[in-house]
């Protein structure tokens, strides 16, 4: 005791002996719209309520995607985020493929790797970049035989930044033609990529809806959309899906912001504007880790409860491979862990 009242005599000494007894100066009220404060707190908009997350209210559907380990250390991290994701009873998770197709063996065998180890769905991302239609009907028929079902059909990037994609001579063109390939495969199911914010090579945004809808009349059943930080861009883009005549799922991807420096990289190459709210929401994190790692928790599960307010009950989360932000938002969305699923230890 007597040496907290030391430590607290000894910050007043170095705080200064000021009139405020050594405290900072309180933050005074702004004058807003010479509006009395009470006045102005009612007469603003009003928000209507976000939906209450009750025991019979059905939790949304979730799926997860992970990227294949590079390295020992990152294949532990990898698993460990699968083992605690895995309680949550995803629809499906997915592993992605390189850029150029660069990650073809690693992708392979942690998708063969799920269907050994686990009793979860997996997807196996497939582009057709510097491959013939041969090949890559190939790796898609060695899947099928290897017991996967799902397959994530995209056109893919060249491996070097910033280059044109140019389709391989005997390949297909587009993940149109790469998803009628699939389905003379086999019966797989499959999902496609989706724009809020129009493709970057994209002629129009209608122009990008109707590659859309080629996508999904040629085979596809589900969309899961480039991730996106504004929820009205997302709803004006499904308001549009709907009126360009597409009924399959438009999922929501949703990437939890851990750390905002590589998230903004991320989204600058993939044409997702950052809004100036969300580079404030971060402004002054950049060397507290623990109040970023809150302010990512806080920031994507206002976007889903607002999406969920909306209608939506289908989310597909960018986990990068870390589980934490994710589970904590499918907490907050209602989804518990399934007791029959071994939980890891922490
Ligand atoms: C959910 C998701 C997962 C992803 N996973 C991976 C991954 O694992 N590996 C990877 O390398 N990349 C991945 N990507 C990125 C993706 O490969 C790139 O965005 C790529 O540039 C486009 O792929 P796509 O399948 O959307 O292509 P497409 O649907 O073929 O479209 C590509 C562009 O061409 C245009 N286009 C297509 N067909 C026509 C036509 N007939 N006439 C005119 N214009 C046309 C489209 O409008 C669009 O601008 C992913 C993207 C998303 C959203």
Redesign the pocket.
Known sequence: MSDLKDDISARRDVSGDDEAGGRLPARARPERSGMPALERWLTGPRVAGLPEVSADRTPPLLSF?FFPPRTEALEQQLWACIRRLETLRPSFV?V??????STQARTHDTVTRLVRETALVPAA?L?C?DASRGAVDDVARRYWDEGVRHI??????PSVKGGR?EAHAEGY????E?VSGLRRVAPFEI?????PEV?????SAR??LD??K??LDAGATRA???LFFDVETYLRFIDSCLAAGITAPVVP?IMPVSNFGSARRFAEA?GTRMPDWLVRMFAGTETDPQTRHMVGVAVAAEQVRLLQANGVDEF?FYTLNRPDLTYAIAHILGVRPDPQVETPKA
């Open positions: 995607e997915s992605t493929y390189g850029a150029g197709g991302h582009t970049v994530v059909a995209l056109r893919g990037d994609f063109a587009n993940a149109a790469l999902s496609v990529a989706a724009y493709h970057p090579e994209a002629a122009a990008d590659n859309l080629r996508k899961i959309t480039q991807g993939c597909h």
